[in-house]
């Protein structure tokens, strides 16, 4: 029989829409298997400020279509200092919780890692993040409705670019990885895309411009993931402005306009296998992993792995890029 009988769940870091679907799962999964479950206001924060609040079938009902988390989420400084740390677990005593449930990202998972390592508490994480930069899943809550925000977006950009035959550098998400430009690139047919994980000097993007956009090209679309090495999208647009007058450049930068709205179909199905996956985690005494998803199967990566490997850029999509640009 587990130990388990009464567990915690919160949402932390950047939202993600699917996060709302995924707590839902967590919820309805504990009480199905006769679990008593909290949810935690603000994240970490509110794990060290004492935001408990008990969680019944109804509190996550008409939630699974609603894009942001009813949980909310904050930045905690607190909890990056062993004393933080503690007036948590103390929290976590008090309310007598055996496990808990994190729905983010990296810095989730590390601030969960850690936590679990100090006071042995059982900890499952849940992949939801927009940049699908976590390794030992095929995709993260979120990534898919931000794709679908992205492509919708530049389809209309696309629409005044040719209108006026301008070159528009785009902006997305993606600090430290490019999944979401290149996947939205292939898909709303960007002539270019520029992400972090591949050097791309300015002569190469000028080589570009001065070959492929003249070719009788009445408009260009140029996504530049955040994080891209040659500088800033609006340094990348001043640049090419100075050295090319005759192109008419605008920029672009979607922002958080990314990380909203409801989540597609693929995002609530997947935040729901994810969430139940990981009560049953619990229940089968795992702990310091991460539940995902790979090939369609459901899958326990230790959180060391999920933090310390690298997720690589599909190639095939790569040189898809450079085919479907001429």
Not at 202 to 230: C, D, H, P, R, W
Not at 274 to 283: F, I, R, T, Y
Request: charged share 25%.
């Amino acid at each position: 029989m587990s130990k388990i009988k009464k567990i915690a769940v919160l949402t932390s870091g950047g939202d993600a829409p699917g996060m709302n679907a995924a707590t839902r799962a967590v919820v309805r999964g504990a009480i199905y298997n006769n679990l008593e479950v909290m949810g935690i206001v603000k994240g970490y924060y509110g794990m060290i400020h004492d935001e408990f609040i008990p969680m019944e079938s109804s509190s996550v009902s008409n939630i699974l279509q609603n894009g942001g988390t009813m949980l909310k989420s904050a930045r905690s400084e607190e909890f990056r200092t062993s004393e933080g740390r503690r007036q948590a677990y103390e929290n976590m005593k008090k309310h007598g919780i055996d496990g808990l449930v994190v729905i983010g990202g990296d810095g989730t998972f590390n601030g969960a890692r850690i936590f679990s390592q100090e006071f042995d508490i059982p900890i499952i994480g849940v992949p939801g993040t927009i940049d699908n930069d976590l390794f030992g899943t095929d995709s993260t809550i979120g990534y898919d409705t931000a794709l679908n925000t992205v492509v919708e977006a530049v389809d209309k950009i696309r629409d005044t670019a040719t209108a006026h035959s301008r070159l528009f550098f785009i902006e997305v998400m993606g600090r430290d990885a490019g999944f979401l430009a290149l996947r939205s690139g292939v898909a709303s047919g960007a002539e270019a895309v520029l992400v972090p994980e591949v050097d791309t000097d300015f002569t190469k993007l000028k080589s570009f411009l001065e070959n492929q956009y003249k070719k009788e090209k009445t408009s260009s679309i140029v996504l530049v993931a955040e994080g891209e090495k040659m500088g800033s999208t609006i340094d990348i647009a001043d640049r090419v402005s100075q050295e090319h007058p005759e192109y008419d450049v605008r920029v672009t930068i979607l922002g958080h306009l990314q990380r909203g709205g409801s989540p597609t179909v693929y995002d609530r199905v997947l935040a729901s296998q994810l969430g139940v996956a990981a009560v049953d985690a619990l229940l089968d005494d795992q702990k310091s992993i991460m539940v995902g998803l790979v090939n369609r199967e459901v899958v326990h990566v230790p959180f060391n792995q999920a933090l310390k490997n690298k997720k690589a850029l599909n190639s095939g999509l790569l040189r898809l890029m450079d085919v479907l640009s001429i």
